[in-house]
């Protein structure tokens, strides 16, 4: 049984890109594959809210890639973004249910393995998402 999900606003997008650049960026460097990974979960697992569009009418699952690649570009500190995420998570803990706080993790997760499995930063960084996450579940 699919439960009911609520349709976030494209900031929550917003914040899962600046969050997925974060883990990519953990290391200080951004691979293509971790990117290529990012884009291969969109389609594939953000689908689920594929029929949010933003003001111009593209599906606002595309707004994690664009931010993703809008903070590489400017090579943004990994842990601001970090913490940017997770001060929006504990903000709107609503838009975090257990169903897509899995595919945030699930996603996290993809993306640190992208480039020769994770490393130290990366297991840090999804050790204190997974507890932002567990926090806000049980509130």
Not at 34 to 63: A, C, H, P
Not at 86 to 97: E, I, Q, S, T, V
Not at 115 to 127: P, Y
Request: hydrophobic fraction near 40%.
């Amino acid at each position: 049984m699919m439960s009911y999900i609520e349709k976030p606003e494209i900031l929550f997008y917003q914040s899962l890109g600046e969050l997925f650049y974060a883990i990519a960026a953990s290391d200080k460097v951004v691979r293509a594959s971790e990117y290529n990974t990012l884009k291969r979960m969109v389609m594939d697992d953000w689908k689920i809210y594929e029929e949010v569009k933003d003001f111009y009418d593209e599906s606002v699952g595309y707004q994690m890639e664009f931010v993703f690649e809008w903070f590489d570009y400017e090579h943004t500190d990994a842990q601001e973004c970090f913490e940017n995420f997770c001060d929006y998570a504990r903000a709107y803990p609503k838009l975090f249910n257990k169903e897509n706080s899995n595919l945030i993790i699930k996603t996290a997760n993809a993306i640190a393995n992208a480039f020769a499995g994770k490393n130290k930063s990366e297991l840090i960084m999804l050790t204190k998402l997974k507890l932002v996450l567990t926090e806000i579940n049980k509130n």
